[in-house]
């Protein structure tokens, strides 16, 4: 009885056995790792606070080094349950996700959280172990993140303004406006040249940048895109979008052109106030100036604006040419100190006027605000600022006695500054002069052996100018002739 017992117990583990397939065999040859029963301790810096693990989940995998925490668990559930699980994670903790994938037995996400970048992994479980415990497993990588980390890694090197919005054009090249970013340090240039160094900034989010230039601080969007297949970096404030290419202060440089440095200290309003090293507000009273802006003159005359809009180009870095009214000229610009002052001076053949940085409030401020009595004494250079480039009229007759009476005869006059010569206008006859002036006199050369002198003289009354020619002997015990700007 007893051996048939055993035969018997002998039958029905063969038969269970046969019923239950390889796995009983599997689980009594290969065990399961204590890993996948009781699980593995995982890094303490892994965020779960933030990436959750899913409710059942036991981690039997898990490694870290410097640069990253991976971990591997297994959930009882099925792949869509975990699938929804993390995809309302993500809206509910409002992490950035750059990439989301879901396959037919698996699903695939790579994000940011608060301080860490992550890739995660689900998918049916597979492998021996794996499948007597789960039905899905999921794998998770975190990397430590800092706030604009990739925006900031893309920013680095120099960096040349080429172009407002999508236009690109070397226009914006020549301007040498740039900007150099190492780490967390910005140097903005302008004109070619370092304006401001070592500009501290930092990100408000990934793409958003917050800095600080000579005083005022500015917070831009950073991006960068792909136009016509080149990468720019675009960076946007309010309004204003400024595209940059990957540059080199070497490269801005081929892009200056003649003349850049000058251009520079060119812009802006500039008040007439002296000729050749002379400076006085009698200058400044005629209201004369010039305004630059980029490589084009607005020209004051009599405090209002005589011609709009001329252009110029520079023959060298200190010589520009323009035409004017249908004149061309070329002038030599410099810049001269005079006593600690710096003066603009324009200089044509011998002729050099000065000028001083200012604006139109300013030039209006000496209109009127000063007179020239025929008393005031004029040298010879004042004298020659002040009758130049203006078309005179005869007008009046000054007597010994101080009155005046209206002139009968027409007469107009001209002086021209650059190369003094004018015109003699009696009666529709013209005659072409040159002249000069020496010791207050006005010298006339008018051909064929003809000359004239005169005593001159100049007076302003706070709104108009008067040029007087005296007898050049009997000077002022003599009539003089009054000229007044001519209308024609």
């Known amino acids: 009885m007893k051996r048939l017992y055993f035969v018997k117990v002998a039958l029905v583990i063969t038969v269970v056995l046969l019923f239950s397939g390889c796995a009983v065999i599997n689980n009594i040859f290969n065990p399961l790792p204590d890993e996948y029963k009781d699980g593995v301790k995982y890094s303490r810096d892994y965020p779960d606070d933030e990436l959750e693990l899913y409710d059942d989940a036991l981690v039997f995998e898990a490694d870290e080094d410097d640069e990253e925490i991976t971990l591997k668990y297994g959930s009882e559930d099925e792949l869509d349950d975990l699938i ?3 995809e309302d994670l993500f809206d509910d903790k409002e992490m950035t996700i750059d990439e ?33 415990v789960f039905k899905t497993v999921v794998e998770i990588e975190i990397v430590p993140y800092e706030v604009g980390e990739q925006t900031l890694e893309n920013m680095q090197g120099f960096w040349l303004v080429c172009g407002l919005g999508n236009d690109i054009s070397d226009d914006y090249r020549k301007s040498g406006q740039a ?14 040249e370092a304006e401001s160094a070592d500009n501290d900034f930092s990100f408000d989010d990934d793409d958003t940048i917050r800095y600080t ?26 309004d204003i979008t ?17 003349g850049t440095d000058t251009l520079k ?3 802006g309003f500039w008040l007439i106030c002296g000729a050749d090293g002379q400076i006085d507000d009698q200058y400044r009273m005629a209201g004369q100036a010039i305004d630059f802006n980029d490589v084009f003159m607005d020209f004051y005359d009599g405090f209002e604006v005589d011609t709009l809009g001329n252009e110029f180009v520079f023959l060298d870095e200190n010589t520009i040419n323009y035409t004017e009214e249908g004149t061309e000229y070329t002038v030599a610009i410099s810049f001269e100190t005079v006593s600690g002052v710096e003066y603009l001076v324009m200089t044509v053949e011998a002729v050099s006027v000065y000028l001083e940085k200012s604006s139109y409030d300013t030039m209006l401020s000496y209109k009127g605000s000063s007179v020239i009595y025929l008393s005031d004494y004029l040298t010879d250079e004042q004298l020659e600022y002040y009758i130049t480039d203006i078309e005179w009229n005869l007008s009046y007759i000054y007597n010994t006695d101080g009155t005046f009476d209206q002139a009968e005869n027409f ?54 100018g008067y040029l007087y020619l005296f007898d050049s ?8 002739l009054v000229y007044t700007v001519y209308v024609p």
């Open 84 to 86: 929804d699980f993390y």
């Open 100 to 132: 989301a994938e879901e396959g037919r037995d698996d699903y695939h996400a790579e994000g940011r959280g608060d301080g860490f970048k992550f890739e995660i992994d689900i998918e049916q479980a597979s492998g021996d172990y794996e499948t007597r």
């Open 179 to 192: 900007m150099e970013v190492d780490g967390m340090k910005v140097t903005f240039y302008s004109g070619f």
């Open 213 to 238: 230039d000579e005083g005022e601080e500015h917070t831009s969007d950073v991006t960068f895109e792909t136009i016509e297949g080149k990468e720019y970096m675009v960076i946007s404030e309010g």
């Open 242 to 258: 400024v595209c940059l290419e990957k540059s080199s202060e070497d490269e801005m440089m081929s892009y200056k052109m003649v």
């Open 265 to 267: 200290k060119l812009q």
């Open 411 to 464: 007469n107009r006059i001209t002086f021209d500054s650059y190369y003094n010569t004018g015109v003699s206008e009696f009666s529709d006859i013209v005659y072409d002069h040159t002249w000069y002036i020496e010791d207050s006199i006005i010298y006339f050369d008018f051909g064929n052996d003809f000359y004239d002198q005169y005593l001159l003289d100049y007076e302003f009354d706070g709104e108009a």
């Open 473 to 480: 002997e009997a000077g002022y015990n003599d009539y003089a």
